[in-house]
């Protein structure tokens, strides 16, 4: 016998539209294989008149919020307008009258994760975030199902598809940043302002939300160590291409016996590691498990159709629980309360590109430097001399052995401070 199970949906934008395009798609489908028929029966549009490019009988729109949230009739309300205000209170809104809750949005569920689940948690309702993390690929279900068997150590994510679009075109046709920039926004890949993606604050987003499913813990995006792209130039790229490695913004995390370490950041990884042939628009996600060992997700991390597929993926989630009168989490799926500690980001081996003087004896005097203050220099090299105003000029590129970053930085604006060396162009996490 099927259940009819009716979502409001607040949003119709690219992420709406194609969860709405999925339905209608896979529809029967759906119903065939779980006797659900689900219905989209009220999407918040305040602009009824824009052309969406897609058809929706005009009397499914409503301009007031209320008639989705405060709807006796609405079993889900999707949660796709984007921001943590107001679709945060939107989102408590619909908890507190008893209604399930399926979000796309990563920068609500990061800031205030805890505040949602307890609500849902009090008035015995669910909610869902697939879609926030990695688009269409469905890894936070998996964590949390069919994975739950293992005890992870460590995750690693390429999280936003803008930047990895963009890397992948420096290095494999050699572009300037900046030109590159330019073509994703023209293609659609970026934002006009594209700090969000560029400067590593969406991947943070995310790596948060990973945080709290994996290991139960509560680290605010804020708090991780972030750092974006845009100081990647040529020279970083060629050289990563001689040593054998590709640059990539990594998410990263890992529990080790102090606590969570964790940053997102540009990162050097081997070339034969899985996440170095992750291109352009595809996001994937590492992860280590106790029992099934390393393990990879790979897929479109954005795009209406992806994305949409996993926010309808929770919303049939959602309804089995409702047709089975159980729709409640004993032990909800975001989790703050494992007790682990976030303790920044410990050690690493470093990649550093500096620009100096060409004159005998300053290589010496950083080495020496680094020396003094315990920094070991694993390889040295140096680029061909340049003209550069009225003196010549060098690169050099240090590999570092494992430091932490605190004191890699004291020792490098040492070296700056003295006149050793005319700039620091680059600092990045070597992941071997």
């Not at 499913?213 to 050289?239: C, L």
């Not at 009168?325 to 990649?351: H, N, T």
Request: aromatic fraction near 6%; proline fraction near 4%; include cysteine.
């Amino acid at each position: 016998m099927k259940q009819l199970i009716r979502v409001g949906m607040l949003g119709i934008g690219n992420i709406g539209r194609g969860t709405w395009q999925a339905l209608a798609m896979n529809h029967d489908r759906i119903l065939e294989s779980t006797g659900l028929d689900i219905e989209i029966v009220k999407i918040l549009n305040r602009h009824p008149d824009k052309d969406r490019g897609i058809d929706i009988p005009k009397e499914k729109y409503t301009a007031e919020v209320g008639d989705i949230l405060d709807n006796p009739e609405i079993d889900i309300v999707v949660e796709l307008i984007g921001g943590i205000e107001p679709a945060t209170e939107y989102m408590a809104r619909a908890l507190s009258n008893g209604k399930s809750v399926v979000t796309a949005n990563k920068a609500a569920i990061a800031a205030n994760g805890r505040y949602l689940v307890d609500l849902a948690q009090q008035n015995h309702v669910l909610i869902r975030c697939e879609a926030a993390v990695a688009g269409g690929i469905p890894i936070l279900t998996s964590l949390t199902t069919a994975l739950l068997s293992n005890s992870f150590s460590e995750v690693h994510g390429i999280l936003n598809g803008t930047t990895n679009y963009i890397l992948t075109q420096m290095t494999e046709y050699g572009n300037d940043y900046a030109q590159v920039l330019k073509e994703a926004q023209n293609k659609g890949f970026a934002e006009a302002d594209p700090a969000a993606d560029v400067e590593g604050y969406d991947a943070a987003n995310k790596l948060s939300i990973l945080m709290s499913i994996i290991f139960g813990a509560e680290v605010s995006p804020e708090d991780i160590p972030t750092r974006g792209i845009t100081t990647i130039a040529r020279e970083d790229i060629e050289y990563s291409l001689n040593a054998g490695y590709r640059i990539k913004l990594l998410a990263s995390a890992k529990k080790g016996k102090k606590g969570l370490y964790a940053n997102v950041e540009p990162v050097l990884i081997p070339a034969g590691h899985p996440l170095a042939a992750v291109s352009n628009e595809f996001n994937a996600v590492f992860v280590k498990g106790n029992a099934v060992d390393d393990l990879m997700f790979y897929g479109r991390g954005a795009g209406p159709l992806p994305t949409g597929s996993a926010v309808l993926g929770d919303i049939i989630g959602i309804a089995r629980k409702l047709e089975k009168d159980s729709a409640y989490d004993i032990v909800p799926q975001l989790r703050y309360d494992s007790g682990v500690k976030f303790i920044g980001e410990g050690a690493s081996k470093y990649y550093v590109r500096m620009t100096v003087t060409d004159r005998p004896g300053v290589l010496g005097r950083i080495t020496t430097t680094f020396g003094q203050f315990g920094v070991s220099v694993e390889a040295v090299r140096q680029e061909a001399p340049y003209e550069s105003g009225k003196e010549r000029v060098a690169a050099l590129i240090f590999r570092i052995f494992e430091v932490e970053r605190p004191l890699l930085y004291y020792v490098l604006n040492k070296i700056l401070n003295e006149n050793i060396i005319k700039s620091i162009d680059n600092i990045m996490r070597i992941e071997d």
